[in-house]
């Protein structure tokens, strides 16, 4: 049996779901997450890296929200922009499999972008959201 793998933003706590993103078109996720973190001296030579540490990275999920008309697609888009708080602590979750997921904890760095295309917003409207992992 095969899953359509779904991303979907939670509460800080993991337990309430927020938001589902719809229509996922292209994301970063799974990220390689390293497990060490290298500082490098300004003066100097060489370099300490630290083993056991995860590294931030930018996570980002872009989709098209897609409506019957002009004033569905605005109510979706409002939704979204409501829904999601810049400098807000959120658990980013992607199905991996039936029974497993990815799972980030991440703040909201950018503006939820949503371009005006060719199209200008009449049934469909691209969107962007760039997230910070590890921030808190």
């Given at each position: 049996m095969s899953i359509i793998p779904r991303i979907k933003l939670y509460d800080s706590a993991g337990t309430t779901l927020l938001y589902t993103f719809t229509a996922v078109q292209d994301t970063n996720i799974p990220l390689e997450e390293i497990r060490s973190s290298k500082i490098t001296p300004y003066?100097?030579?060489?370099?300490?890296?630290l083993t056991g540490s995860v590294k931030d990275s930018d996570i980002y999920v872009s989709g098209i929200l897609d409506a019957a008309d002009y004033e569905a697609l605005?109510?979706?888009?409002?939704?979204?922009?409501?829904?999601?708080v810049k400098g807000?602590?959120?658990?980013?979750?992607?199905?991996?499999?039936?029974s497993g997921q990815y799972s980030y904890n991440v703040k909201m760095v950018d503006d939820i972008s949503m371009p005006i295309d060719e199209d200008k917003r009449n049934t469909y409207q691209n969107y962007?959201?760039?997230?910070?992992s590890n921030a808190w």
């Amino acid at each position: 049996m095969s899953i359509i793998p779904r991303i979907k933003l939670y509460d800080s706590a993991g337990t309430t779901l927020l938001y589902t993103f719809t229509a996922v078109q292209d994301t970063n996720i799974p990220l390689e997450e390293i497990r060490s973190s290298k500082i490098t001296p300004y003066r100097g030579r060489g370099a300490i890296v630290l083993t056991g540490s995860v590294k931030d990275s930018d996570i980002y999920v872009s989709g098209i929200l897609d409506a019957a008309d002009y004033e569905a697609l605005v109510v979706l888009m409002d939704s979204m922009k409501s829904t999601i708080v810049k400098g807000t602590k959120y658990i980013l979750k992607m199905d991996k499999s039936s029974s497993g997921q990815y799972s980030y904890n991440v703040k909201m760095v950018d503006d939820i972008s949503m371009p005006i295309d060719e199209d200008k917003r009449n049934t469909y409207q691209n969107y962007k959201c760039t997230f910070i992992s590890n921030a808190w």
